[in-house]
């Protein structure tokens, strides 16, 4: 037995034990997304157009994402529209960033783990990494979501009395809760990952100005800054929509 293999049994018993039937969903979603990525993969690496592979794909995982969790059908809906909405946004602020900030492909300091392999691959470093970035928002969008969007409907439920802007004006507030703690997770799990580049920065005695005009330092900063940015967006978009379609239903 491999340590993969031990490591994911861990994992799998840990999940059915705390989460029980979510817990397996979550579980068994986390191996699709895995199949769907190489697919993904797969499929640009074949030369088939990358914005509609990413699209399709990304559809593809939040879709997993947010169905495994188990929450009722207008949580499901309600996070599913803003999740879509999301990215197509963030896709369309992605891609000219990534060009404009000429941070995709691989850095000097790559040099020396590539020595002997070929770079004339058939996709252009920009576009993967445009996919690269749109897929590394996708999992802090879904959970933004559903989370917001499971809140709204449970306070709808708890005081069905209230009229929709009191809920609302609740919802505000669970809202900006819930976006602070999914920007604090994107936000520490960078800075987890940024410690490796500031041990290598410091070790090749890097000045500040180095280090922000260094790939690896942007590609980074940026992955972070759109994470953060989903994250953001999701709260006001899942307001309006919930507000109009509790306005259209009449309720």
């Known amino acids: 037995m491999t340590v993969t293999i ?8 840990l999940m059915v034990l705390i989460g029980g039937g979510k817990g397996l969903g979550a579980f068994v979603s986390l ?29 593809i995982i939040l ?18 529209t803003v999740s879509f909405i999301v990215m197509i946004l963030l896709l369309l602020v992605i891609v000219p960033t990534e060009y404009l900030s000429l941070s ?3 850095s000097v300091e790559n040099s020396e783990a590539l020595e002997g ?11 993967l990494g445009i996919c690269a970035a749109l897929l590394a928002t996708l999992g802090a969008i879904a959970e933004a979501a559903v989370a917001i969007a499971a809140g709204l409907n449970e306070l709808k439920q708890d005081q069905p009395d209230a009229n929709l802007s009191q809920i609302i004006h609740a919802g505000q507030g669970l809202g900006r809760e819930i976006v602070g703690t999914a920007v604090n997770t994107v936000l520490f799990g960078y800075l987890a990952d940024f410690l490796s580049l500031s041990l290598l920065f410091t ?15 942007t590609s980074a900063v940026l992955s972070l800054m759109y994470s953060i940015l989903g994250v953001v967006l999701v709260l ?7 507000h109009q379609q509790n306005r259209n239903s009449g309720k």
Not at 203 to 217: D, G
Not at 236 to 242: A, G, R, S
Request: aromatic content about 18%; glycine content about 6%.
């Open 203 to 217: 070790r090749l005695n890097y000045s500040f100005a180095e280090i922000f005009n260094t790939k690896l330092f």
């Open 236 to 242: 006001p978009f899942t307001l309006l929509i919930f």
């Open 63 to 80: 879709t997993i994402t947010i169905i495994s969790t188990g929450s009722n059908e207008n949580t499901t809906s309600l996070a599913l």
């Open 117 to 127: 392999l070929s770079l004339g691959i058939n996709v252009p470093f920009a576009t």
């Open 6 to 13: 031990a490591l994911a049994l861990i994992l799998f018993v």
């Open 31 to 59: 191996w699709i997304n895995f199949f769907v990525l190489a697919c993904i993969i797969t499929l640009i690496s074949f030369s088939f157009n990358p914005f509609w592979v990413l699209m399709i794909g990304g559809g």
């Open 104 to 106: 995709a492909g691989f």
